[in-house]
């Protein structure tokens, strides 16, 4: 337990560090978590091969870096181009780096493909396509799922750090919940994991994520997005959600305190449905995890933490809640540069162009 406190206390430190630093440094540390995590797997991989057949694995390091130039150029692209915009010579650059991207990004994994097809040999066919299926299952396990994290940086470290933030929350709470009033098994899994613990942390969470929404949405570094690769500090006009609404109180309630409103941030009611799923949806990542350990027989991934054993035993959950959350700010938050009213404009504009050119 101490071993894992202070391990805890000097991962919440750095991170505490990193984002005082900024959304890029946030962005190199999402980096090297994925290289954690892929080595951690691939390192499972090899402790299950008994037939120490590793000379024979597909270039993972290919797949590694086409899948990271595939990932982050499209998520750091108009970034990269709002950096550069004030010169010529490299805004054409990297426009056209940006525009051909896409088909780098291909040919470089035909490339690999090509490779793997080639390297095939008598008697370890099975082997040899058992390799290539693992690879393809990490990349889209930790490439895929990490360049969501990635993306809700750059919208703003608040979309980082809040459902993190959760995902910690709802775990601790799960473990004391369990701990004092856990009776019935939740899951075969997880035989340590209860009924009551679940339920309890999911109430705490929920509990949590209003408050918590309501401190993070107040600071402006959490909250501005970042539209390039500095690193100075962020100014912006605060997003409504993050603008205090005030809501009066009852009668019946307000008579017996010294105020008759209370502000309310608009992020807060969306940070219910997060906290909703941060408490009931993400711990089946853990489960996941922890089905896939008892298939290998292992007890961690790894042991680069103390005391909390590997990087994938930490982000189990949390990959799956950045997916969530990405895709509920995408959806519900974000502003679309598009209305009915400006469709509409649109197909009219083109209506009067045809007639012009008809007469």
């Not at 099975?126 to 809700?152: D, E, P, R």
């Not at 369990?178 to 098994?185: E, W």
Request: one cysteine or more; glycine letters at 6%; hydrophobic letters at 50%.
């Amino acid at each position: 337990m101490w071993i894992r406190a202070h391990s805890s206390l000097w991962m919440l430190l750095s991170l505490l560090l990193l984002i005082y630093l900024g959304h890029l440094y946030m962005w190199a540390m999402v980096v090297v978590i994925q290289i954690f995590m892929a080595h951690e797997l691939f390192n499972l991989l090899r402790k299950a091969n008994t037939n120490n057949q590793d000379k024979r694995l597909p270039k993972f390091k290919h797949f590694f870096f086409t899948a990271m130039l595939y990932v982050y150029g499209r998520i750091l692209s108009q970034q990269l181009v709002n950096t550069v915009s004030s010169d010529k010579f490299l805004y054409r650059l990297v426009s056209n780096v940006i525009k051909y991207q896409m088909v780098i990004c291909y040919f470089l994994y035909i490339a690999g493909f090509v490779w793997f097809i080639l390297s095939l040999r008598k008697r370890y066919y099975k082997y040899q396509f058992g390799q290539y299926a693992w690879i393809h299952m990490i990349l889209i396990v930790v490439f895929a799922q990490s360049a969501f994290t990635v993306a809700n940086i750059f919208e703003g470290i608040f979309w980082f750090l809040f459902p993190a933030g959760l995902i910690a929350m709802n775990d601790v709470a799960a473990y004391f919940f369990g701990f004092f009033f856990g009776r019935t098994p939740l899951i075969k899994l997880s035989p340590k994991k209860t009924w009551e613990g679940f339920i309890g942390a999911s109430v705490a969470t929920m509990i949590a994520a209003f408050a918590f929404a309501n401190f993070l949405g107040r600071f402006q570094w959490l909250t501005c997005p970042r539209k390039d690769l500095s690193t100075g500090w962020l100014k912006c006009d605060p997003d409504p959600i993050f603008k205090p609404e005030y809501i009066p109180l009852p009668t019946l309630i307000a008579q017996w305190l010294p105020w008759k409103e209370i502000a309310v941030l608009p992020v807060q009611w969306h940070a219910l449905w997060m906290g909703l799923f941060a408490s009931i949806i993400a711990p089946f990542g853990g489960f996941f995890a922890s089905g896939f350990k008892r298939a290998f027989k292992i007890k961690d991934f790894g042991d680069s933490i103390p005391g909390h054993g590997g990087v994938t035993d930490r982000m189990d959950c949390q990959m799956v809640m950045a997916v969530f959350v990405y895709i509920y700010y995408q959806s519900f938050i974000a502003p679309h540069d598009y209305s009915v009213e400006m469709v509409l404009g649109q197909i009219e504009k083109k209506n009067n162009n045809r007639r012009k050119k008809k007469i």
